[in-house]
């Protein structure tokens, strides 16, 4: 739960510049000052408001748009019978892997898989079979 900003709150970020980490204060006045730690100079400061439509692209005078939300990602063409052919399109796999939200790692490795996988097939299964 967050509390109200009523009173100054200064944090150290783990980011250096020039060798020294950054004072990070949220003033009461509600603005964002920075500094290099062990600096009396140098200062930096932006209002919260200011830096708010900086980040959504508006102008103080516009009303805020609300962020798009993720599209949601349908199939529309029929489901197909278990009778049909069950062979499923490498590319598809491939597509689906891509938007599955795994984690990136695990992606990669997938994305791999079915890259050998696309780049064989024409070879072993496929009308470009070499003749021997």
């Not at 944090?11 to 062990?38: C, F, N, P, W, Y």
Request: no cysteine; aromatic share 6%; hydrophobic share 35%.
């Amino acid at each position: 739960m967050a509390t109200k900003l009523e009173k100054n709150l200064t944090r150290e970020s783990t980011v250096k510049v020039e060798d020294r980490e950054i004072l990070i204060t949220i003033t009461a006045d509600q603005k964002i000052s920075m500094k290099l730690k062990g600096m009396k100079t140098g200062e930096v400061n932006i209002s919260i408001e200011e830096l708010w439509h900086q980040l959504n692209g508006t102008e103080p005078d516009e009303p805020i748009k609300a962020k798009t939300k993720l599209l949601a990602i349908r199939n529309d063409q029929p489901k197909k019978g278990g009778k049909g052919n069950p062979m499923m399109s490498l590319y598809d796999i491939r597509s689906f892997n891509a938007i599955s939200g795994l984690d990136m790692p695990t992606l990669v490795k997938f994305e791999g898989i079915i890259k050998s996988l696309i780049d064989s097939y024409p070879e072993k299964y496929g009308k470009y079979k070499k003749n021997k």
